[in-house]
Structure formats: C-alpha cells, structure tokens
C-alpha cells in the first residue's frame, strides 16, 4: 500500500489530456517557399519538434519549439520582404536611369 497518489497521465494511452500548441508548420513551410530559405528551415525543424515533444511528456519544450517555429516564420517573412522591396527599389532606380 502507497501513501502517494498514483502519478496523472492525462487522457487515454498516456496522452496529455491537454491539445497540443500550435505547430505552426504551415506557416514554416509557406515561409520557407515563398520568403527566405534558410530561415525557414529552421521554422519546419522547430515545428516538426512540437508534437513528439508534447506525447512524450515535454511539456515545456513543446511550448518553446512551438514559439520558436512561430518566431522563424516571422524572421524568414520579415527577411523575405525586405529582400523583395530591396529588389523592388534597385529595379526601379536601373529602369530610370536607363531612360535618362
């Protein structure tokens, strides 16, 4: 006979009954094609840590791989368009001194 109250697993099989954070992979792999690269891959990588961290019990590290998908994904748009306003002035400044 135990003193101590059998330990809380959450919902059926184990699982947290708790849904886990947002993955934000969508947003990972849009980034990646449409913005910045580099930037993006570290986006999918984070999300596609999120779930496995989350059923093994991480709790914690589900969170933060989560909010640092998120983070990425904001870093690799941001990077994307300026990269793209970037392109944008040169090409008009190229295409007016050409007429001059």
Known sequence: MSYYPPPQH???????SAPPPPNNLVWAILT???CCLPAGVVSIVFAAQVNSKWQSGDHAGAISASKNAKTWAIVSAVVGLLGIGVYVVIAVVAASSGNS
């Open 10 to 16: 959450g919902g059926p099989g184990g699982y947290p």
């Open 32 to 34: 990646t094609l449409f």
